[in-house]
């Protein structure tokens, strides 16, 4: 089975730094998910990456195969990115998507 | 429809009651999921839905549980005999083949 670790798993920012999450997934997957959880709990899916990079905005998710690790960056962050993201592999086929235990984030006006 | 529909939005019940959960995907969407989130916990898979058959239940908790999805869309979710430790969100995504997933917003199921 599959282990996905998020890091940090609390982060505090001032409005405008440059944030970054860290996940680390353990076997070899054929998609990585970024998800996005505010308050109220409702879910949305950010980016879903195999390979490379892709950029959304202020968002930016990387994914290196190899080292089994993927990156996903904000840039000038804002209070309104307060949200708990989490990071979900998903191996072949239909199988279900394996989550990290989520980073909540707060950014300080 | 243009989401993934799910109600009630929140359920709160008396211990010991049936809820049942519903789970309305978007069109086309052969892939069925549902996850549960208990308070300050991660999210759980339950149950996964191709089609109306379903090829992996081993997340579902206990034999109170059940799910059935019919036509290849609504998907209902039955808790029995409902626990306190039953309480939490209730996501359903759907997807279709190698694309991404639509997440419904949720049932809050509070248990009293």
């Known amino acids: 089975k599959n282990e996905v670790e998020q890091s940090p798993q609390n982060l505090t920012a001032q409005e405008g730094e440059f944030i970054t999450i860290n996940c680390s997934y353990s076997?070899?997957?054929?998609?990585l998910h970024w998800l996005q959880q505010h308050p109220g709990g409702g879910i949305v899916s950010l980016f879903m990456?195999?390979?490379g990079k892709k950029k959304h905005g202020r968002l930016i998710a990387t994914i290196n195969i190899q080292e089994k690790h993927s990156s996903l960056h904000i840039t000038a962050s804002h209070p309104r990115d307060s949200a708990v993201y989490i990071c979900?592999?998903?191996?072949?086929?239909?199988?279900?998507?394996?989550f990290g235990k989520g980073t909540r984030l707060s950014v300080i006006a | 429809g243009a989401g993934v529909s799910q109600s009630p939005s929140n359920k709160v019940t008396e211990k010991g009651k049936d809820v049942e959960l519903r789970c309305d995907p978007i069109s086309g969407h052969t892939a069925l999921y549902w996850y549960r989130q208990s308070l300050g916990q991660g999210l759980e898979f339950l149950i996964y839905?191709?089609?109306?058959?379903?090829?992996?239940k081993s997340g579902l908790p206990s034999d109170r549980f059940s799910a059935e999805r019919t036509g290849g869309s609504v998907s209902t979710l039955t808790i029995q005999r409902t626990q306190q430790e039953d309480s939490a969100v209730y996501l359903c995504?759907?997807?279709?083949?190698?694309?991404?997933?639509?997440f419904g917003s949720g049932t809050r199921l509070t248990v009293v």
């Open positions: 839905f191709q089609g109306n058959s379903a090829p992996d």
């Open positions: 990456l195999s390979s």
């Open positions: 076997v070899g997957i054929s998609a």
């Open positions: 979900a592999a998903k191996g072949s086929g239909n199988t279900p998507l394996v």
């Open positions: 995504a759907s997807s279709l083949a190698q694309y991404g997933y639509t």
